[in-house]
């Protein structure tokens, strides 16, 4: 079982849709990282999160240190959005463990 | 464009071959980062430079070194390369030393490696 897991793989929204993509882990950490990676392949740091919620724009990251969960929120989801996105951790040993990705397609 | 550049964009190489791939961070940053995405791994870090020296290392093989001169560029040399080697390859860079729990990362467009 991979240390961080995310969930769902792929998904495919309408245009406008709310969307959530979640990242479990099982280690203990000092900060989660969400990141977006356009199909063009460039890479993207979208959030830094150690505790609470952070809110950028349409895009809301939240993090549960207690349930070792974090969720990221597209609101009024749009066709630029589809991109990868890759939850990353900063385990309390100081390694860093990626998730394998969740291939979001947002459709007009 | 996030001010990381690397170059070449794409490499075409045989096995058993030497290559080395080249990043120049963001103005006024000190750490490089070097990660490594193949299709079956994901991504990986594989090791850090600060202000020229080691900071941190990940998954990186004994076959790969890296390096950061003193105008701040840095080099990743991979050799005696395999098939297994093929992906892409990003640099990023951040202002501080620490680790990623302190410093946003700022990536570059990537290389891609293909080991024939």
């Known amino acids: 079982k991979n240390e961080v897991e995310q969930s769902p793989q792929n998904l495919t929204a309408q245009e406008g849709e709310f969307i959530t993509i979640n990242c479990s882990y099982s280690?203990?950490?000092?900060?989660l990282h969400w990141l977006q990676q356009h199909p063009g392949g460039g890479i993207v740091s979208l959030f830094m999160?150690?505790?609470g919620k952070k809110k950028h724009g349409r895009l809301i990251a939240t993090i549960n240190i207690q349930e070792k969960h974090s969720s990221l929120h597209i609101t009024a989801s749009h066709p630029r959005d589809s991109a990868v996105y890759i939850c990353?951790?900063?385990?309390?040993?100081?390694?860093?463990?990626f998730g394998t990705g969740t291939l979001l397609a947002v459709q007009p | 464009d996030s001010g990381v550049t690397q170059t070449p964009k794409h490499l075409i190489t045989a096995t058993g071959q030497r290559v080395t791939l080249r990043c120049s961070p963001r103005?006024?940053?000190?750490?490089v980062y070097w990660y490594q995405q193949s299709l079956d791994q994901g991504l990986q870090f594989l090791i850090q430079?600060?202000?020229?020296?080691?900071?941190a290392k990940g998954n990186i093989l004994e076959r790969f070194s890296a390096q950061q001169f003193p105008d701040l560029h840095s080099e990743l040399n991979l050799s005696s390369l395999e098939l297994g080697d093929s992906a892409l390859y990003f640099c990023?860079?951040?202002?501080?030393?620490?680790?990623?729990?302190?410093?946003?990362?700022?990536f570059g467009p990537g290389t891609r490696l293909t080991v024939l």
């Open positions: 990353a951790v900063i385990s309390a040993t100081n390694k860093l463990i």
């Open positions: 280690v203990g950490i000092s900060a």
């Open positions: 103005s006024g940053d000190l750490s």
């Open positions: 430079y600060y202000n020229g020296e080691e900071r």
């Open positions: 990023a860079s951040s202002s501080g030393g620490q680790s990623w729990s302190y410093n946003e990362q700022f």
């Open positions: 999160l150690s505790s």
